[in-house]
T-cell receptor, first 108, second 113 residues
Framework: RKEVEQDPGPFNVPEGATVAFNCTYS??????FFWYRQDCRKEPKLLMS???SGNEDGRFTAQLNRASQYISLLIRDSKLSDSATYLC?????????FGAGTRLFVKA | NAGVTQTPKFQVLKTGQSMTLQCAQD?????MYWYRQDPGMGLRLIYY???????DKGEVPNGYNVSRLNKREFSLRLESAAPSQTSVYFC????????????FGSGTRLTVV
């Protein structure tokens, strides 16, 4: 099992749709997680952090399921500007693991 | 604007040439990292510097060297470029605690022919 696994997608959704991505991780000792957003040919930028059961920021909700070792990112009311690649990250200093990302395309 | 600055943004090298990628941050962060990103793969750590004066190998250090010149600057050197080093390189920094996340530079797109 890879340390961090994400469905590469792409996910193609219409504007206004709700879309969810999952990320599974192998290290059961991991306590915190990040979701990063990466636009085409740009650097990753922090979207949300997840330290307990979950976190919500506007249209974005991140949830953590420790028993099944996965985190999810839910985007409600998708906007064209949400089109990007979403990276799941398990922090750990020099042992930080970045997922390969899930691509999202939101269409008008 | 505060952040991480990388130069150059683009570079084409011939096999065997050398070059240095520059990175500077003005956020007074302690730790700095160099990653490479290849299609279909997550970011992979090349080298890191936990604090000024220290550097350590990451997951894929072969063919690279680094220098933590001072707290602000962390450079990555390719001594003899190879086509396998064609990639996008990102420098990143964090303060002492990871809770605030990594701040990345805008990246260097390197092609080795």
């Amino acid at each position: 099992r890879k340390e961090v696994e994400q469905d590469p997608g792409p996910f193609n959704v219409p504007e206004g749709a709700t879309v969810a991505f999952n990320c599974t991780y192998s290290n059961s000792a991991s306590q915190s997680f990040f979701w990063y957003r990466q636009d085409c040919r740009k650097e990753p930028k922090l979207l949300m952090s997840v330290y307990s059961s979950g976190n919500e920021d506007g249209r974005f909700t991140a949830q953590l399921n420790r028993a099944s070792q996965y985190i999810s990112l839910l985007i409600r009311d998708s906007k064209l500007s949400d089109s990007a690649t979403y990276l799941c990250v398990v922090p750990g200093g020099f042992k930080t693991i970045f997922g390969a990302g899930t691509r999202l395309f939101v269409k008008a | 604007n505060a952040g991480v600055t990388q130069t150059p943004k683009f570079q084409v090298l011939k096999t065997g040439q050398s070059m240095t990628l520059q990175c500077a941050q003005d956020m007074n962060h302690n730790s700095m990292y160099w990653y490479r990103q290849d299609p279909g793969m997550g970011l992979r750590l090349i080298y890191y510097s936990a604090s000024e004066g220290t550097t350590d190998k990451g997951e894929v250090p072969n063919g690279y060297n680094v220098s933590r010149l001072n707290k602000r600057e962390f450079s990555l050197r390719l001594e003899s470029a190879a086509p396998s080093q064609t990639s996008v390189y990102f420098c990143a920094s964090i303060p002492g605690q990871e809770v605030y996340g990594y701040t990345f530079g805008s990246g260097t797109r390197l092609t080795v022919v």
